[in-house]
């Protein structure tokens, strides 16, 4: 996350900081596709198995 995230914006506050971090903690574990899971994002995986993730995305860090 420190590379994808801290190394490539300019962060101006905590606040901007913990909104990026979210936002790309959401894409990595709804969106992202990963090879692990036969190249299926771990939302679509999660579906396919009776798991909406969707439910746990309100879940943010530091509200």
Same mark, same amino acid.
């Given at each position: 996350?420190? =590379?994808? /995230? #801290? &190394? *490539?914006?300019? %962060?101006? @506050?905590?606040? &901007?900081?913990? +909104?990026? !971090?979210?936002?790309?903690?959401?894409?990595?574990?709804? +969106?992202?596709? $990963? @090879?692990? %899971? $036969?190249?299926? @994002?771990?939302? =679509?995986? %999660? !579906?396919? @198995?009776? /798991?909406?993730? *969707?439910?746990?995305?309100?879940?943010? #860090?530091?509200?």
């Amino acid at each position: 996350m420190e =590379r994808a /995230v #801290c &190394k *490539r914006y300019e %962060l101006e @506050s905590l606040a &901007k900081a913990i +909104e990026r !971090l979210n936002r790309f903690r959401d894409f990595y574990n709804l +969106e992202r596709i $990963h @090879s692990g %899971l $036969h190249y299926r @994002s771990p939302y =679509r995986f %999660l !579906l396919e @198995s009776g /798991v909406d993730m *969707r439910d746990l995305k309100s879940r943010k #860090c530091y509200n």
